[in-house]
């Protein structure tokens, strides 16, 4: 469990808890003190919480959708952390947000959502990021259409039979369509519980 103030949220992810550190290492690696990140896919605002509390005077946009929504606000409504900014609500089918941010965090979304919303994705992140900007994406993922474990092939199996949009997707496809965005690929680190942290960075337009 949780040992700050989200142990206490509601929807609380025993899954985000348990890769927190491991995101974090990562995330000071990346961030700049006073970096702008804009997160798709908030939960229940644990993730946001905890990175603001370890990550030098980082701003963190949290935003979501039902049903998650409205737990985030009175989750975060509940809490004073100077770094964390009051939910927007974002659902990636429209992606109806302006703003600049330096990078753009999203956990454990891209299994979930219908791989349909790739393209908006990708095209909502990238309206949203200067040149040099970076999209980072923890999730697991397919490699030339094969899992990287036998648990990753039953969880897909389970994800699908509860909804047959969702499931793990095939990082050559994500890859191509984050390209068409102007967003290239730097980085995958393997993490563990079998999942990856992938590092996107905008490039020049021109
Ligand atoms: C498994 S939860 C992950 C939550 C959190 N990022 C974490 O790591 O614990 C999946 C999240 O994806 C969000 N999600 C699914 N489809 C979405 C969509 N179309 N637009 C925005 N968020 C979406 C859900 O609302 C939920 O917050």
Redesign the pocket.
């Known amino acids: 469990m949780g040992n700050e103030v989200s142990a206490n949220f509601e929807l609380f ?1 025993n ?2 808890d348990n ?1 927190k550190q491991f995101i974090t290492g990562e995330l000071k690696r990346l961030l700049v003190p006073g970096a702008r990140v804009l ?6 605002g ?2 946001a919480v905890h990175f603001v509390s370890q990550l030098e005077d980082v701003s963190w946009q949290p ?7 409205d737990a ?1 606000e009175r989750n975060l409504g509940g809490i004073t952390l100077s770094g964390v900014r009051k939910p927007i609500y ?4 429209q992606f109806d947000i302006a703003g600049s941010f330096d990078a753009v965090f ?4 891209m299994h ?3 791989a349909d ?1 790739i393209p908006n994705m990708m095209a909502g992140v990238a309206s949203l990021l200067d040149s040099g900007g970076l999209f980072i994406l ?1 999730g697991p993922y397919k490699y030339e259409g094969a899992y990287t474990t036998l648990s990753n092939e039953k969880f897909d199996e389970w994800l699908k039979s509860r909804d047959p949009l969702s499931g793990i997707r095939d990082i050559e496809v994500v890859q191509a369509k984050a390209k068409t965005n102007h967003l290239d690929l730097i980085e995958d680190i393997p993490m563990p519980a079998n999942n990856q942290f992938l590092v996107f960075r905008k490039s020049s337009e021109n």
């Open positions: 992810n899954a985000a890769n997160e798709i896919g908030s939960g229940s644990q993730h935003t979501d959708r039902e049903p998650y929504f985030l974002l659902d990636i089918a999203c956990a454990n979304v979930i959502m219908s919303l923890y």
